[in-house]
């Protein structure tokens, strides 16, 4: 369990190498994930920071993340096994803050004591908001419960999402030969999108730009199980 987290910068952290080889996963797919929720909340920038490291006489990146940044992460990895590592992850990270709690008081940054102080209690918060998701049955529950989780972590809302194609209901259109509103209309019909800001097996809510303005407005992505859904109405309904 001590070599899931390390301390650098005087901070409890894994790294991206880590985590590929605890949940069993390619690096690069590990890297682009961590990518995407720094690319979708800005928020997330400073849970995660860059480095690298040498293989066979080159560098290569990887990516060092605090609690807050693993925890982020690892909302997306699921099943039994998944469960095992986070939690073996969570006490590793327990294991390591300790150890800070226990260095005389003097010898602490203040700074850094109230940094602390602060992201203890919000992963506490994303925590038990993870566990109540993990054990809910609704799968659009479930989706904004983790949307809190990652909530009171980065302070915005922000939704998992599944590593799949998504298309937008023009996008469904083109391929079916409807018009995307058309596709929303069918999609209202047979009860396809989830409850906002969930998401299910057929796609998930996420913000778009408005059509006529710089608004962002919810917007239903369809995932490919979504937009064979959509088509095999069409067939019904020709």
């Known amino acids: 369990m ?12 894994t790294s991206s190498l880590q985590v590929a080889k605890t949940f069993e996963k390619q690096h690069k797919h590990v890297i682009e994930s961590i990518d995407n929720l720094v690319a979708e909340n800005s928020a997330a920038k400073s849970m995660f920071a860059e480095g ?51 260095v005389p008081r003097k010898k602490l940054d ?6 602390l102080a602060i992201t203890n209690a919000k992963t506490r918060k994303a925590n038990a908001l993870f566990r109540i998701a993990k054990a809910t049955k609704s799968d659009s529950a479930k989706q904004a419960l983790l949307a809190k989780a990652a ?3 980065t302070g915005e809302m922000t939704i998992p999402a599944m ?9 469904v259109g083109k391929k079916l030969g409807i018009s995307g509103n058309m596709v929303g209309r069918i999609a209202k ?13 057929y796609g998930r809510w996420s913000n778009g730009k408005s059509r006529y303005s710089d608004k962002e407005v919810p917007q239903w992505l369809y995932f490919d199980k979504g937009l064979q859904k959509i088509k095999n109405e069409l067939k019904v309904i020709k």
């Not at 019909?189 to 097996?201: D, L, S, T, Y």
Request: proline share 2%; net charge neutral; aromatic share 10%.
């Open 52 to 102: 690298t490291y040498e293989n066979r006489g080159k560098q290569y990146r990887m990516i060092y993340m605090n609690r807050d940044g693993f925890t982020l992460l690892a909302m997306g990895f699921t099943g039994k096994e998944a469960a095992k590592f986070k939690i073996q992850y969570i006490d590793a990270f327990n294991t390591m803050e300790q150890s800070l709690k226990q």
């Open 189 to 201: 019909r047979i009860g396809v999108k989830a409850e906002q800001p969930g998401q299910n097996e």
């Open 2 to 13: 001590n070599d899931l987290v390390i301390m650098k910068d005087k901070q409890a952290v």
């Open 163 to 171: 590593q799949q194609k998504e298309y937008s209901a023009g996008e």
């Open 151 to 153: 909530e009171a972590i």
């Open 110 to 115: 203040p700074v850094l004591q109230a940094e």
